[in-house]
């Protein structure tokens, strides 16, 4: 074992103790040969029933050193920036990986981020995300990006990671990019882990994709719905347009989107009025949505979505 290195596995959770207890599991599982400890991030302050999940595996004899602890303040993004103080400053880790609590991890996913991680010293790498679906998905879903799958099929160099469902962090994002936190206000509209990524990268930051790291992400029935799916395209539509304000302020920008908007309003609007298959004439409906949500965010309107938990 590789007694130098320290990774933290950090798992933020609210209100899925069915869902940490498999993802525990698989983590469990982890083939590595490096030292790994375990952070659990409970979001809900009543219930706490992710601590009482961990307090179960603690007194059953868990492989590895696992604590818990209790994140007061309501938002993803408070659980990341908790998190992100526990694994560098308080246990200084030189990784910290990330998963949701409605995901599992496969054998292998671990050591294969780290791997790529030392190969190519990027101080972001993200995994392969695998959905899966608790109920037989509709015809609807297929090929839908509000579904997505890890698209690329080798590790290496890219020019961003998109999401913390599937990724490990680099000490160096707290070395070379001081007071670059998580954005408490994407908490509960989403879209905060891009727009992380995002400002990261304006300063500099690299990113790699490992895709032996694959992870699973569990898709409920509440989540199968098209009002969901719609919701999620404009939530992402909404969050996209705001980092884009932040991160390129201009006009220049501001009137190249605007002619995304109607072009693709315009395109999916003539899709909609022909007969098309069910999942091509949802996909239509997923980017008129998507372009709505960017003409709310340009005004600052966004729906916390976040506020309901889906899942157990």
């Given at each position: 074992?590789?007694?130098?290195?320290?990774?933290?596995?950090?798992?933020?959770?609210?209100?899925?103790?069915?869902?940490?207890?498999?993802?525990?599991?698989?983590?469990?599982?982890?083939?590595?040969?490096?030292?790994?400890?375990?952070?659990?991030?409970?979001?809900?302050?009543?219930?706490?029933?992710?601590?009482?999940?961990?307090?179960?595996?603690?007194?059953?004899?868990?492989?590895?050193?696992?604590?818990?602890?209790?994140?007061?303040?309501?938002?993803?993004?408070?659980?990341?920036?908790?998190?992100?103080?526990?694994?560098?400053?308080?246990?200084?880790?030189?990784?910290?990986?990330?998963?949701?609590?409605?995901?599992?991890?496969?054998?292998?996913?671990?050591?294969?981020?780290?791997?790529?991680?030392?190969?190519?010293?990027?101080?972001?790498?993200?995994?392969?995300?695998?959905?899966?679906?608790?109920?037989?998905?509709?015809?609807?879903?297929?090929?839908?990006?509000?579904?997505?799958?890890?698209?690329?099929?080798?590790?290496?160099?890219?020019?961003?990671?998109?999401?913390?469902?599937?990724?490990?962090?680099?000490?160096?994002?707290?070395?070379?990019?001081?007071?670059?936190?998580?954005d408490p206000f994407y908490s509960l509209v989403g879209r905060g882990d891009?727009?992380?990524?995002?400002?990261?990268?304006?300063?500099?930051?690299?990113?790699?994709?490992?895709?032996?790291?694959?992870?699973?992400?569990?898709?409920?029935?509440?989540?199968?719905?098209?009002?969901?799916?719609?919701?999620?395209?404009?939530?992402?539509?909404?969050?996209?347009?705001?980092?884009?304000?932040?991160?390129?302020?201009?006009?220049?920008?501001?009137?190249?989107?605007?002619?995304?908007?109607?072009?693709?309003?315009?395109?999916?609007?003539?899709?909609?009025?022909?007969?098309?298959?069910?999942?091509?004439?949802?996909?239509?409906?997923?980017?008129?949505?998507?372009?709505?949500?960017?003409?709310?965010?340009?005004f600052g309107k966004h729906k916390q979505v976040y506020r309901q938990i889906?899942?157990?």
């Amino acid at each position: 074992m590789n007694q130098s290195m320290l990774v933290v596995i950090g798992l933020p959770t609210c209100k899925r103790p069915q869902g940490l207890a498999r993802l525990l599991d698989s983590i469990a599982k982890q083939r590595v040969d490096f030292e790994v400890q375990v952070l659990v991030a409970d979001n809900d302050c009543e219930q706490q029933e992710g601590i009482k999940t961990v307090v179960r595996y603690q007194q059953q004899g868990f492989r590895f050193p696992l604590e818990a602890f209790v994140v007061p303040e309501r938002g993803i993004s408070q659980v990341r920036n908790a998190l992100l103080q526990r694994a560098f400053v308080d246990c200084q880790a030189d990784l910290l990986a990330m998963l949701d609590d409605d995901e599992w991890a496969e054998e292998e996913w671990l050591s294969s981020l780290v791997l790529v991680q030392r190969l190519t010293q990027a101080d972001v790498v993200g995994g392969y995300v695998i959905p899966e679906f608790a109920v037989p998905a509709p015809d609807w879903v297929q090929g839908l990006p509000v579904y997505p799958v890890s698209k690329p099929q080798q590790s290496g160099y890219v020019r961003l990671i998109y999401g913390t469902t599937n990724v490990l962090l680099s000490k160096s994002i707290l070395t070379r990019f001081p007071g670059q936190l998580f954005d408490p206000f994407y908490s509960l509209v989403g879209r905060g882990d891009v727009e992380f990524f995002t400002r990261l990268k304006k300063h500099g930051a690299t990113f790699a994709f490992a895709h032996r790291a694959r992870s699973h992400e569990l898709f409920g029935a509440s989540r199968l719905t098209k009002q969901w799916a719609r919701e999620r395209a404009f939530r992402d539509g909404a969050g996209d347009m705001r980092i884009m304000w932040l991160n390129n302020p201009s006009i220049k920008r501001v009137v190249i989107e605007s002619g995304i908007i109607v072009v693709a309003g315009v395109v999916a609007g003539v899709q909609l009025l022909l007969r098309i298959k069910s999942h091509r004439r949802m996909a239509a409906q997923l980017l008129f949505m998507r372009q709505v949500g960017k003409i709310f965010g340009l005004f600052g309107k966004h729906k916390q979505v976040y506020r309901q938990i889906h899942g157990h």
